[in-house]
């Protein structure tokens, strides 16, 4: 249902846009993000996207420096991420829940994508 893509290698300073397909059902009706989970760490939220209003919830560990955004055209939400530092380093996940409003409780989530990874070199 959620085909996450766009991971890979980049060094402490650089971009990349993580990228989330899915169907159009899902698309219009589910409020959307991203976690992240770092080898030994715990899945940790990143950014989302409610369904309602398309408004934007990051955690502080990024605001500033990712950007969400849905590509209404291709049923597709985008994490840009600028400024990546080697804490970025993880797999990403792709997520979609039919709450309201963003949360940042991985409970909350129904789907999630396969994941995809990526590391920020120092």
């Known amino acids: 249902q959620l085909q996450a893509s766009g991971g890979g290698l980049v060094q402490a300073g650089g971009s990349l846009r993580v990228s989330c397909a899915t169907s159009?059902?899902?698309?219009?009706?589910?409020?959307m993000g991203w976690f992240r989970q770092a080898p030994g760490k715990e899945r940790e939220f990143v950014a989302g996207?409610?369904?309602?209003?398309?408004?934007?919830y990051y955690a502080d560990s990024v605001k500033g420096r990712f950007t969400l955004s849905r590509g209404n055209a291709k049923n597709t939400v985008y994490l840009q991420m600028n400024s990546l530092k080697p804490e970025d380093t993880a797999v990403y996940y792709c997520?979609?829940?039919?709450?309201?409003?963003?949360?940042?409780?991985?409970?909350?989530?129904?789907?999630w994508g396969q994941g995809t990874q990526v590391t920020v070199s120092s």
């Open positions: 996207i409610s369904r309602s209003d398309s408004s934007t």
């Open positions: 997520v979609a829940g039919l709450y309201t409003s963003v949360s940042e409780n991985p409970h909350d989530y129904s789907y």
């Open positions: 159009g059902r899902i698309f219009i009706s589910y409020t």
